[in-house]
């Protein structure tokens, strides 16, 4: 697939993709994390006035991930929606296309801190959720950052919208974060920030930039903007 990255995190046989989803072929599942779909429309109805689309563009991210990966399974890592104030009716309408479009998905959500405040989804909606974490054979996926247990082999999260700066003149860009058994995957969101991570001397970086997912050199530094997540 073009704009990816293979790579072997203890013993385990990833796919780092473009847009922000982490593969699993050996178990045909797709990682996305924090989508925070309808965020845009919380910030209207507090009269913040923002362009409207970011959530469709969000679900475009994820077909894309499902038609180069053919994944059996989605797997969100958290903070889906933003807000209860999210689930206005053009959310719930692309939802319900995106699911119409992969009748054969299986769906699951690990809550994340925002998705505690949903309340019930709509009951028609195929989605499995999960909390505080979910687990397929030696790899754990939750929604924070946490130790990985002793009997796993990786843990898979999101929450820190992780990014890195790779120069002045380029900024910052979205990345995937690794750290002592630990894979802290980019908000996939469109209308999402970024959050502060400090870079150790043996973590791993691999940040996206047109199409591209690159390994970062250690002498770059993540790090944290202001904007929350």
């Known amino acids: 697939m073009p704009g990816v990255v293979d790579?072997?995190?203890?013993?385990?046989?990833?796919?780092?993709?473009w847009q922000g989803g982490l593969y699993w072929p050996d178990e045909n599942v797709l990682f996305v994390a924090d989508t925070h779909f309808g965020k845009e429309a919380t910030f209207r109805r507090h009269g913040i006035p923002v362009p409207v689309g970011s959530?469709?563009?969000?679900?475009?991210?994820?077909?894309?991930?499902?038609?180069?990966?053919?994944?059996?399974?989605?797997?969100?890592?958290?903070?889906?929606?933003?807000?209860?104030s999210s689930l206005s009716r053009d959310v719930i309408t692309a939802l319900e296309s995106f699911f119409a479009r992969?009748?054969?998905?299986?769906?699951?959500?690990?809550?994340?801190?925002?998705?505690?405040?949903?309340?019930?989804?709509?009951?028609?909606?195929?989605?499995?959720?999960?909390?505080?974490?979910?687990?397929?054979?030696?790899?754990?996926?939750?929604?924070?950052p946490q130790p990985i247990p002793d009997d796993a082999s990786l843990l898979v999260c999101g929450h820190l919208h992780p990014?890195?700066?790779v120069s002045d003149s380029i900024g910052t860009l979205p990345c995937f974060h690794y750290r002592?058994?630990?894979?802290?995957?980019?908000?996939i969101g469109r209308f999402t920030g970024t959050h502060v991570v400090d870079r150790g001397r043996d973590d791993r970086?691999?940040?996206?930039?047109?199409?591209?997912?690159?390994?970062?050199?250690?002498?770059?530094r993540l790090y944290r903007e202001t904007r929350g997540n």
């Open 7 to 17: 790579i072997n995190l203890n013993g385990v046989e990833l796919t780092l993709c």
């Open 55 to 84: 959530s469709k563009g969000t679900l475009a991210a994820i077909d894309s991930l499902l038609e180069s990966t053919r994944a059996s399974r989605l797997v969100i890592l958290g903070d889906m929606f933003h807000a209860r």
């Open 102 to 144: 992969h009748r054969d998905l299986v769906t699951t959500l690990v809550r994340g801190n925002h998705d505690a405040h949903i309340g019930r989804l709509p009951v028609e909606w195929p989605i499995e959720i999960i909390d505080p974490y979910e687990r397929i054979g030696d790899v754990v996926m939750t929604h924070h």
């Open 163 to 165: 990014a890195v700066r």
């Open 180 to 187: 002592s058994g630990v894979l802290v995957l980019p908000a």
């Open 205 to 220: 970086a691999w940040g996206i930039a047109k199409n591209e997912v690159f390994s970062v050199p250690s002498g770059s």
